[in-house]
């Protein structure tokens, strides 16, 4: 039984935090720095990365000027890009006092099935703009969703995008996976060799190494999925791609690996060995709205959702809002198989269909959740003449919450 989402108050030296849990994850927000999400767990395990130089502080003046002086706390937050340091066109960021490491205004909202916190960040009068950020979580299920906006507070027009960045551990190794069209490094003086472009699939694969750079990646189905195999987990974030509209860099995700060396950026050579923050494992995970003109009162928006739960799988070939494929789903000699990751409490059943996909039989697999992986490796028996299976989620109620894989059989 799913229990109701709650909110409560935490505080770590000087930081004063909004915890917002369920029986499956937890996140920890800062108002005060940003209006960072600095944790999101699945059980004890933080999935974010969390400076430890930083940590319960706060910024002890108003940060601005060169990137190397930026307290880099981790967690997630949300800027407007593009980024830059060439023209007023661009966002001079971080540091940055407003936007990146200012105080946000905020509410909670409890109620029986969700619990969320919204966040406001001051006026910037640089970029001319407000930023918003409502974050939600509901009973039963780690899906996290995420509304940002983006508001012409200024008294001229302006033209930014919402771009989210959230930095993801990765002292434990971390994979990145995700279906796009294309991808290039864009920074980093050396070449990154543990990334790879699949033509024939059309699918991106990072590994995490020690060494600085940077990727534009043309993602086309909307996801991409940060695996933790050493620990077991995997993180999904699921957002709205809009094919032809103009994204900084030409696409609306970007990866940041953070390592040692150096990238050069506006003629400056940068040597990420030293600074006050460090160089310690973690990537980058970056999402972008498309660039927008917003005349003063006017507002644009960027909805998406984060998944976490545990996996035991070595890569990740699919994903939805019920969970993602490590193996896909198999049926044959009498039985199953495959590899998963939920994102609900639920009930698995895998229903199997004839040619004219008229219903053949319902099989129930047993219960499943985002806390224990999901490995499918039983004796199995079908009618017949079963021409495609899928494996659904039934919620407590009996509803149908998605496909989470499927399979043609003949």
């Not at 109701?4 to 800062?30: E, H, M, Q, Y």
């Not at 995970?285 to 498309?290: A, D, L, N, R």
């Amino acid at each position: 039984m799913s229990t109701s989402p709650s909110i409560r108050g935490d505080s770590t030296g000087s930081w004063s935090a909004i915890k917002l849990s369920n029986n499956l994850v937890g996140l920890s927000v800062v108002p005060a720095i940003g209006g960072r999400v600095v944790e999101f767990c699945l059980g004890d395990k933080n999935m974010f990365y969390l400076n430890p130089r930083h940590h319960g502080q706060l910024p002890s003046q108003p940060e601005a000027g060169k990137a190397g002086i930026w307290t880099n706390y981790g967690g997630s937050k949300v800027w407007p890009g593009p980024q830059g340091w060439s023209s007023h066109t661009e966002w001079p960021g971080p540091p940055d006092p407003v936007l990146d490491s200012g105080p946000y205004e905020f509410k909670t909202t409890q109620a029986e099935q969700a619990a969320s916190v919204h966040l406001k960040s001051q006026h910037d009068e640089y970029s001319g703009i407000t930023l918003e950020r409502n974050i939600q979580i509901g009973s039963g299920s780690s899906i996290v969703r995420l509304h940002h906006t983006m508001r012409n507070t200024s008294r001229r027009p302006v033209r930014w995008c919402i771009w989210q960045v959230t930095q993801v551990d990765a002292a434990e190794g971390l994979e990145i996976f995700a279906p796009a069209d294309k991808a290039r490094q864009i920074l980093g003086d050396l070449p990154y060799r543990k990334a790879m472009f699949d033509l024939p699939t059309k699918r991106w694969r990072l590994s995490y190494d020690n060494q600085v750079a940077k990727f534009a990646v043309q993602a086309n189905q909307g996801w991409f999925a940060a695996l933790d195999r050493a620990r077991g987990m995997v993180f999904l974030e699921m957002f709205p791609v809009h094919p032809g509209a103009e994204y900084p860099d030409g696409a609306p995700t970007a990866f940041w690996i953070s390592g040692k060396g150096t990238f050069t950026i506006h003629g400056d050579c940068i040597d990420m060995s030293g600074g006050a923050s460090g160089c310690d494992p973690h990537v980058e995970t970056e999402v972008m709205g498309p660039l927008t003109s917003l005349e003063p009162g006017e507002s644009s928006q960027l909805q998406l959702s984060w998944g976490l739960a545990a996996i035991d799988a070595k890569e990740i070939i699919a994903a939805n809002h019920c969970g993602v494929v490590g193996k896909k789903l198999t049926i044959g000699n009498n039985r199953v198989g495959g590899s998963f990751a939920v994102f609900y409490e639920a009930q698995l059943q895998l229903l199997a269909f004839d040619r004219a996909s008229q219903l053949l039989a319902s099989i129930s697999l047993g219960a499943v959740s985002p806390s224990r992986s999901v490995v499918l490796d039983e004796k199995l028996s079908l009618p017949s003449n079963t021409a495609r299976c899928t494996l659904e989620l039934i919620d407590e109620s009996g509803y149908r919450l998605g496909v989470l894989d499927h399979v043609q059989i003949r």
